[in-house]
């Protein structure tokens, strides 16, 4: 027995020197990439309102949601209303920043007349496709955003513009090693919860299950349509606790999170995880980090003192009860502790928020809030 178990030890002894060379070279590429200041060369941005930095501003109609007066933007430098649904930065800022960029690259049609100055945007660090109110369906608040699929055509017209001003090698090349950032999902499924709340549970759920397939139909349309442009990287945030915002408090006598609308969020983000590592393993080139909004929300909510949070439940900027029954306008009341509050508005998390949820989703030990890897890694991997 005695040698016999000598030999295991001594076997496992030599494995175990070979991962640790292993991991100690690999952790050397990481440090020698982070050292030489690589962040990729730009940023594409699509979505909704956790990510848009001014688009809506650009789109004509009463029912468009702008963020374009105060008190939005009163934590943002000069405390200009930006069109960021924020009291400050957002969530595309601070991994902007997080990854080399100084915030958000500018909104698609604040460049888009110009093509000079759309390859320019592109060259010099991406371009924002977000949209609020935008979903991944085309009906979704129709009219009054930028639909998933439209910021898809946004994109396909930079890159034949790109193509046409540096050559198709340069302009691939760049995309390659760009990260392409999402998050878009909310918005067609509170247009789902409103639409069926007069129908009963299992007529909800069937529906539900019908809703998943065209959701995760016209997502992976969007992916592989991207794939084929040329991007390879792509940083993926899921759909977060929808039940907990203020404006679904709301509807609760005692101001508890909507356990249906989280169930119908967490069914959701279950089909994206398997639409991701399904492209993935079936595209080449294809790179990508899934961000768990979902978990990350309800891990802060389970504990808000540790974040510094004295308020998850109320908007900071609104009126009425949780501050969700007015809109966040010139005549509505703000609180002044912000960064003490989870949400800015009455479905938007606060500048504080945005800049925790960048902060976990870029370099929190993945297999935490990430799979397969962080966005840090995401952006580092060479494909
Ligand atoms: C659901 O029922 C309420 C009360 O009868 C009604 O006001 C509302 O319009 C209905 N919603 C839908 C989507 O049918
Ligand atoms: C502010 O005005 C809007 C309409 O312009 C109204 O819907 C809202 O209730 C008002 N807010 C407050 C806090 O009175």
Known sequence: ????????????????????????????????????????????????????VGNNNYLSGPDVPRANKPYYGIDFPGSVSTGRFSNGYNIADYLAKSLGFPWSPPPYLSLAPSSGRLVQAAVAGGVSYASGGAGILDS???????????????????????????????????????????????????????????????????????????????????????????????????????????????????????????????????????????????????????????????????DPRAVGYTDIAGACCGGGRLGAEAPCLPNATVCADRDRHAFWDAVHPSQRGAMLTAQNFYDSRPGRYTAPFNFKELAQTSL
């Open 1 to 52: 027995m005695e040698p016999a178990e000598t030999m295991v030890g001594y076997r496992s002894a030599m494995a175990s020197t070979a991962l640790c060379l292993l991991v100690v070279s690999s952790s050397v590429l990481v440090t020698t990439a982070a050292a030489a200041g690589a962040r990729p060369p730009a940023m594409f941005v699509f979505g909704d309102s956790t990510l848009d």
């Open 140 to 302: 979704t608040n129709a009219g009054n955003n930028i639909p998933l699929s439209k910021q898809v055509q946004y994109f396909k017209t930079t890159k034949s513009q790109m193509v046409a001003k540096l050559g198709s090698r340069a302009a691939n090349l760049l995309l390659t090693k760009s990260v392409f950032l999402f998050s878009v999902g909310s918005n067609d499924l509170f247009v789902f919860a409103v639409a069926e709340q007069n129908k009963s549970a299992a007529g909800q759920q069937r529906d539900a299950a019908a809703l998943y397939a065209s959701l995760i139909s016209g997502y992976s349309a969007a992916v592989r349509d991207l794939h084929a442009l040329g991007a390879s990287k792509f940083a993926v945030i899921n759909v977060g606790l929808l039940g907990c915002v203020p404006a679904a408090r709301l509807h609760d006598a005692s101001g508890a999170c909507s356990g249906a609308l989280n169930q119908l969020a967490s069914g959701f983000d279950d089909v994206l995880a398997s639409m991701f590592s399904s492209l993935a393993s079936r595209l080449p080139g294809f790179a990508y980090s899934l961000a768990d909004y979902y978990g990350l929300s309800e891990a802060t909510f389970a």
